[in-house]
């Protein structure tokens, strides 16, 4: 991220450059199922009780590595130092394309079966809490309460 005096810059790509007669990659991309918990049902789990944790994944996006062969879809031209135009590709999940959300949550939700199926029949940890994760999370943000 970039500091131009003291306001930090952090560009937004949503994919909809167009070129004449010819869609954009936001028009190609599919949002995917919505996976997005209801904010209503979070707010209200998180107000259940006394306790409550508030999380938000740093760079939740950034953390999400492309297959290889994807980031020709996701490529961009800048201007060098030199002044000639370069192109550049995108190596982790874009924040602000149609389908990031969704594969956000879909990693996020993958990791919390992965790690369910790790720890289901270890006594040392709680799979409730797991559980309480999947219902808890919105985007990169999650809201939970608990008792003690």
């Known amino acids: 991220m970039k500091t131009v005096g003291t306001t930090r810059i952090r560009p937004v790509f949503d994919a909809s450059a167009k070129q004449k007669g010819s869609p954009t990659l936001k028009d ?6 919505n996976l997005i918990e209801l904010i209503p049902s979070i707010l209200h789990r998180f107000r259940m009780n006394l306790i409550v944790v508030s999380v938000d994944i740093r760079k939740a996006f ?4 492309l297959y290889h062969k994807d980031k020709d879809y996701l490529s ?3 201007y060098g130092t030199d002044g000639k135009l370069k ?14 959300s969704f594969l956000l949550v879909s990693v996020i939700q993958y990791l919390l079966e992965s790690t369910f ?14 559980n309480q994760l999947e219902k808890s999370v919105y985007v990169d943000n999650c809201l939970a309460s608990v008792k003690n």
């Open 28 to 33: 190609c991309l599919g949002k995917g199922l």
């Open 62 to 65: 950034l953390q999400i590595r």
């Open 76 to 78: 961009f031209l800048w």
């Open 87 to 100: 192109n550049y590709r995108h190596c982790r999940v874009v924040f602000g394309v149609t389908s990031s």
């Open 117 to 130: 199926k790790e720890l289901n029949g270890n006594p040392k940890y709680k799979v409730d809490i797991i």
